[in-house]
């Protein structure tokens, strides 16, 4: 096994559906990383936290603390540049996974909230298919979290 533990941070809940369910599959335990310091410092753990504007949320303060064996960046959109967050997020050695999450717009907070409204306004000025769907998803919610989209990462665990 790659990783001794799985941490996570989670706002609206998506990653921490993901987080459990690898938990589940893997036997790994789990824990949220405010609750980090609880672990061995430098374990080797699988990191999981959600995008705000290319950025894993969490990512630094985990490196900082434990050993990030690989990433897991859980975001809205259907299609993840990952070079662009491997460069953004300084993974250039670390495995970096893409898993589609969700939106719930009424457990967005703060700055959050403001930059989801802006998102929303880009998004209604804008025709095609694929921003049509985002802003759907910004208004109603949506959830994409599913057992399919761990397989690469439960395969680069297991190797």
């Not at 310091?37 to 995008?51: E, M, S």
């Not at 997020?89 to 969700?102: A, S, T």
């Amino acid at each position: 096994m790659k990783a001794s533990a799985i941490v996570y941070t989670s706002t609206t809940g998506f990653t921490a559906q993901y987080a459990a369910l690898l938990s589940h599959q893997t036997g790994l335990p789990l824990c949220r990383l405010e609750e980090g310091d609880k672990l061995p410092r430098n374990i080797p753990v699988l990191y999981l936290g959600w995008l705000r504007a290319g950025r894993v949320v969490g990512l630094k303060k985990a490196r900082n603390r434990l050993a990030v064996a690989g990433v897991c960046a859980v975001g809205l959109d259907s299609a993840a540049d990952l070079d662009k967050l491997r460069q953004g997020n300084h993974l250039e050695h670390i495995p970096l996974f893409f898993l589609r999450g969700g939106y719930d717009p009424a457990r967005v907070r703060g700055v959050d909230k403001l930059m989801m409204a802006a998102m929303e306004r880009i998004l209604s000025g804008k025709s095609d298919p694929r921003s049509r769907a985002a802003l759907e998803a910004v208004r109603r919610g949506a959830n994409w979290v599913s057992q399919a989209q761990l397989e690469p990462v439960l395969d680069w665990l297991a190797g």
